[in-house]
């Protein structure tokens, strides 16, 4: 068995994100976080999806070289493994394999989840992920339409492209392989209708991992339960 993370990031809305041109990233994850809100109620303010696999240390920055050295656990407040994701932050621009390191600089902005699941379905996710990551394509300030229109309609409307994807697509690529120890956990025609009907989210991503496996999510700063296994805070 395998134990896999979802890493979720909370936008912090601030006005002043708006008129700052160097804020415009902030901006575009406040807009993601309403939005999404519209569809998806009683769900935290993400904007971003990270998948986080934390039991592998990098040596040199290079997943190629990682070594599998010891628990995260063994080292509290320290953030090891490596991070798949789409993103137009930085210079790895598109869909891209980092040291986790480097992406949980501001740990009080974001929750994860984590739950087991088979060698087998792990192999197959990860193969996949590195497939895409290899095919990388580039994130364009376009690409940001996918937050705010269903795919059918992004199609209609000939502004889909196949070769890029967003954050919560790429979670979506992970989750839709990656089975548990039990049978039946990929619900039939789930993966079609998140492609062909949904506005795809970190918000919806995260409640339909909560809903599927069942598990609590948690605070990466202070390691303490934020939402239950049923989705309700955690005062």
Known sequence: MKEVRFAFYLAEFQWRNIFNKDKKLHFYDDAISWWTWLFNWFTPGYSHVEVWIQSLYFPSHNPDEAITIFETSDLPGTHFGFCYTSTMRGDENGTVRRAAQDVFIHPNRWHYLEFEVTDESFAEAK?????????????AMKDIRRFFMPLWLLKKLKWDDPDREICSEHG????TRLRGPWPGIIIPGWRVLLHKILIRSPRRLWRDLVR????PTYSLATGLMVYDSKRKKVE
């Open 172 to 175: 979506e690529g992970w989750a």
């Open 212 to 215: 599927r496996h069942s598990v």
């Open 127 to 139: 193969a996949w992920a590195d497939e895409r990551v290899r095919k990388n394509k580039g994130y």
